[in-house]
C-alpha cells in the first residue's frame, strides 16, 4: 500500500488508527474526513492530509479575473484580442487574476481576505468590450457600451460557475486556454469602429480552444496538472470580418458567407458576435464561455459500492458539425469520468424538426446542472440552421430544451417540452434554479408589457408546466410609478446561482427557495412620468433576492444590502441557512481599488449584517454587468429605447462578474464544509437528504 503523507509531519496516531479501521472495513473508495484531518482510500494508494495545529483556517475563497488584459508598458489602453493574438516577445502583461482568502479565528471570526500570491493561473480568456462610441445609420455618435458588455458577461451572469468547492478544504478551477496557432476565428471588439471597406466593430480575437478542470490549493494557490480537458470546435473555418451578420432565410443559395455578410443559417451563431441586439427578450450569443459546459463535481456510489469524483463536460466537438468551417453543432459531445477511475465519450443528440425537414437544431449555449450524486440536467439554448437552400425559418429562431441523465452523463434523456413551448419561439428562459432532485424552475423573460412581468415554469422529467406568474410590482412597487395601465418599466434579468436555505420555525425547519435579480437600467432621478416624478425611492431599481416559502408558486422581495445594483455581488449559500453576499464600495479615485464587505443573512434574506471579512480589488476592476451609464442606443431605428443612468463614470468604476461567486470552505466553528453546503446530498452521495429537504 503506497502512503502519501501530505500532513508536512502533522499526522499522528489518530490518522494511523483511522486508515487501519478503513482497511479493517474492507472498502477500498473510502473518503474519512473531520476538521482536523483528512485519509482518503482508493485502491492501493493512500492520501493523507491534517492541518498544522494553531493556525488559522481558511474560511471563504474569492477569485477575481479583470475581463480585459492590459500591457505593462500601457496599462490605461486594454489589448484586443487580435492584439494579443500578435503579442511581441517581450511584452509584459498585468496580472488579471487574483485569488484571496479569508481565514477564520476562532478568537476574532471571520479575518480580512489576503491575497495568495501563489496564485498564477487563470479562468476566462480575455475578452475585449470596445467600441465605446460609434455611428449610426443616420450619423448620429451614439454610446454602444450597453452591447459590448451584454455580450461578454452573459456566461458570468447565467448560471455558469467556474469555481466549486471540492468539500476537503480544496477547490476545482475551470480553466480556458487558447492555443497558439489556432486556425479557427473567434470574433472580439476592436476598440473603435472602423468605417473601411464597410463599417464594423470586430477583428479576430482569444478563443477558448480548450477547456481544462483543474485542483487549486488555497492556501498557496498551487494549481494541480489537469484533472479533465477537452477541445472545443468553435468558431469559424474563415476569417468573417468585416462582413456583416445575417439571419436571413436563405432561399436559392446555400453559401456559407458572402462578400458583404455571414449566414448564420451555415456558419452558426458561435464564433464570437450575436446578429441582434441585446434586450430583455434575447440572450447575447458569442461569449466563448457558452461553447461549452462544466458541471459541478459529485461524488457518487455505484450500485456494486464504488465511490469516484463524477464529473462532466459538454461541448462541440469537431465532429459534431456537418461543415467544419461551421459553428453549429448539431449534436453535442459528453465527457465523463467512469467509476473505474477513467474517462469515457459520449454523443448527445438533438431532436428533430418534422415539420421543418430543412431545418435542424444547433447549439448557440449550454448549461449544466446537479440534482443529485448521479443526476444532472443539460439545457441547450438552440437556432435554427438550414440543409440547403429552400429554408422557411430565420436563423435567429432560436429556444431551449432540457436533456436529463440518472447515471452521470452515460446515457441522456430528451423530455419534450409542452405544446406552449414548442420550437421555434424567441422567449427562452432568464434563469434556473434547482429546486429540489427531481425539478428545475425555470423563468422567463421579463414582458415590459404585462403586469405579470415573469412566468414560472416547473422542469420534470414529465416535462414544463407553468406554476406561477411574478407580477411587474413584486420589482417596482414602492420604487418606481407604475405607467397609466399599471406596468413598471424598468425590467428585471434572474443572475443564475439562486438557490435553497433552510429557516426555522416553530414548526420546524422550512425551505426557502431564492433567486437574484438584476435591473437592467437605472433612471435617473429627475425622471418624471406624466409630469411626476418617475422615482419613488431614488434610485428606483435595486438589486434583489425573490424568495418563496411554497415551492415557486408565490414570491416576495428582498432588498440586498446597498441601494445599487452594480455594487451587488453574487449571493451564495456558504451552509444550509445562511447567505452570503459581497458588497463593493464606490471608488474614491479612478484607477484606485475599491473595498468590498461580505454581508450575511442568516434569515433568508430579510436581513442583512456586515462581516469583518472584506477584500481590497485591483484598480483594473471594471463592469461586467447589465448596468451601464448614459444614453444606450437599443435599436438602429426609431423610435429608438434609452436606458439612462446619472452616476458619474459608474461603468468604469464597478463591477459584478469579474468577481466570482464566493466559496465557502468552513463554517464559522473551522469544520469543513462539504462541497455544496447547503444542500450536501445534491452532490454526495454520504449525506441524505432530511425530510425537510
Same mark, same amino acid.
Given at each position: ?92 502583461l498585468l496580472k488579471r487574476s487574483r485569488l484571496f482568502m479569508s481565514e477564520q479565528d476562532t478568537a476574532a471570526g471571520d479575518l480580512p481576505f489576503r ?12 475578452? !475585449? ?61 476592436? /476598440? ?40 472545443? !470546435? ?134 449544466? !446542472? ?107 412597487? /414602492? ?19 439562486? /438557490? ?30 406624466? +409630469? ?86 485591483? +484598480? ?9 451609464? +448614459? ?63
Amino acid at each position: 500500500m503506497l502512503i502519501n503523507d501530505d500532513s508536512r509531519g502533522a499526522s499522528d496516531g489518530k490518522e494511523k488508527d483511522q486508515l487501519q479501521a478503513m482497511i479493517t472495513v474492507g472498502s477500498e473508495f473510502m473518503t474519512y474526513r473531520d476538521a482536523e484531518s483528512t485519509i482518503q482510500r482508493s485502491g492501493e494508494f493512500v492520501r493523507i492530509e491534517r492541518e498544522p495545529e494553531g493556525t488559522s483556517q481558511p474560511r471563504f475563497v474569492l477569485l477575481h479575473e479583470t475581463s480585459m488584459t492590459h500591457a505593462e508598458q500601457s496599462p490605461d489602453d486594454a489589448l484586443t484580442g487580435n492584439e494579443l493574438l500578435n503579442l511581441s516577445p517581450d511584452t509584459k502583461l498585468l496580472k488579471r487574476s487574483r485569488l484571496f482568502m479569508s481565514e477564520q479565528d476562532t478568537a476574532a471570526g471571520d479575518l480580512p481576505f489576503r491575497e495568495i500570491s501563489g496564485f498564477k493561473t487563470q479562468t476566462r480568456i480575455s475578452r !475585449h468590450y470596445g467600441p465605446i462610441t460609434g455611428t449610426d445609420q443616420f450619423g448620429n455618435v451614439t454610446s454602444r457600451t450597453r452591447d459590448a458588455i451584454a455580450e461578454t458577461s452573459y456566461t458570468a451572469q447565467a448560471g455558469k460557475r467556474r469555481f466549486f468547492a471540492k468539500g476537503d478544504g480544496k477547490v476545482i478551477l475551470v480553466r480556458e486556454v487558447a492555443v497558439s496557432g489556432d486556425n479557427r476565428y473567434f470574433n472580439d471588439s476592436m /476598440g473603435k469602429l472602423v468605417t473601411t471597406p464597410r463599417p464594423h466593430t470586430k477583428k479576430r480575437g482569444l478563443r477558448a480552444a480548450r477547456v481544462e478542470v483543474v485542483e487549486v490549493n488555497p492556501l498557496t494557490g498551487a494549481t494541480s496538472a489537469p484533472l479533465f480537458s477537452f477541445d472545443v !470546435h468553435s468558431g469559424l473555418g474563415f476569417d468573417p470580418t468585416p462582413r456583416s451578420i445575417s439571419d436571413s432565410i436563405r432561399q436559392t443559395t446555400a453559401d456559407m458567407y458572402s462578400s458583404t455578410s455571414v449566414f448564420v443559417a451555415f456558419a452558426g451563431a458561435q464564433y464570437g458576435s450575436y446578429w441582434g441586439f441585446p434586450d430583455t427578450g434575447k440572450i447575447p450569443t458569442g461569449d466563448a464561455s457558452d461553447t461549452y459546459a462544466v458541471c459541478e463535481p459529485g461524488i457518487a456510489k455505484t450500485d456494486d459500492g464504488r465511490e469516484y469524483t463524477a464529473m462532466i463536460a459538454v461541448y462541440p466537438a469537431a465532429d459534431d458539425v456537418y461543415d467544419s468551417r461551421s459553428s453549429g453543432p448539431y449534436r453535442l459531445t459528453c465527457k465523463r469520468t467512469t467509476p473505474q477511475g477513467g474517462v469515457a465519450l459520449g454523443k448527445i443528440n438533438f431532436p428533430s424538426l418534422p415539420s421543418l425537414p430543412k431545418h435542424y437544431l444547433a447549439a448557440r449555449g449550454m448549461s449544466l !446542472h446537479r440534482l443529485g450524486p448521479s443526476k444532472v440536467v443539460l439545457r441547450v439554448i438552440v437556432h435554427a440552421m438550414q440543409f440547403g437552400a429552400g429554408g422557411s425559418v430565420q436563423a435567429s429562431s432560436s429556444d431551449a430544451f432540457f436533456m436529463w441523465s440518472t447515471n452521470n452523463g452515460e446515457t441522456w434523456t430528451y423530455v419534450v417540452p409542452s405544446a406552449s413551448l414548442s420550437f421555434p419561439s424567441t422567449s427562452h428562459y432568464g434563469g434556473l434554479l434547482t429546486q429540489d432532485k427531481n425539478t428545475l424552475l425555470a423563468f422567463s423573460r421579463y414582458e415590459t408589457a404585462s403586469p405579470n412581468a415573469i412566468e414560472v415554469f416547473r422542469i420534470t422529467t414529465s416535462g414544463a408546466t407553468k406554476i406561477s406568474t411574478i407580477p411587474a410590482a413584486v420589482f417596482g412597487a /414602492g420604487l418606481t410609478k407604475p405607467g397609466p395601465s399599471g406596468n413598471y418599466y424598468i425590467p428585471y434579468a434572474p443572475l443564475g446561482f439562486g /438557490g435553497a436555505v433552510y429557516r426555522s420555525t416553530p414548526e420546524g425547519k422550512k425551505k426557502r427557495l431564492w433567486m437574484q435579480f438584476d435591473p437592467y437600467s437605472v433612471w435617473e432621478e429627475s425622471k418624471t412620468l406624466g +409630469g411626476t416624478p418617475f422615482n419613488i425611492s431614488y434610485p428606483g431599481a435595486r438589486p434583489m433576492l425573490l424568495v418563496s416559502d411554497d415551492g415557486g408558486i408565490t414570491w416576495a422581495r428582498r432588498l440586498l444590502p446597498t441601494p445599487w445594483c452594480f455594487r451587488a455581488g453574487f449571493v451564495v449559500a456558504i451552509d444550509d441557512k445562511t447567505l452570503a453576499v459581497p458588497v463593493m464600495s464606490a471608488r474614491t479615485e479612478p484607477g484606485k481599488p475599491i473595498d468590498a464587505t461580505i454581508y450575511l443573512s442568516d434569515n433568508g434574506g430579510d436581513s442583512w449584517k456586515a462581516t469583518r471579512a472584506q477584500i481590497s480589488l485591483p +484598480g483594473k476592476t471594471w463592469v461586467d454587468g447589465q448596468i451601464v451609464v +448614459g444614453r444606450q442606443w437599443e435599436r438602429n431605428s426609431v423610435p429608438r429605447f434609452q436606458y439612462e443612468q446619472d452616476i458619474s463614470e459608474s461603468a468604469t468604476q464597478y463591477n459584478r462578474g469579474e468577481l466570482l461567486p464566493m466559496i465557502a470552505l468552513r463554517d464559522k466553528a473551522g469544520k469543513l464544509l462539504p462541497s455544496n453546503p447547503a444542500r450536501p446530498w445534491m452532490a454526495d452521495h454520504k449525506f441524505k437528504e432530511p425530510d425537510y429537504g
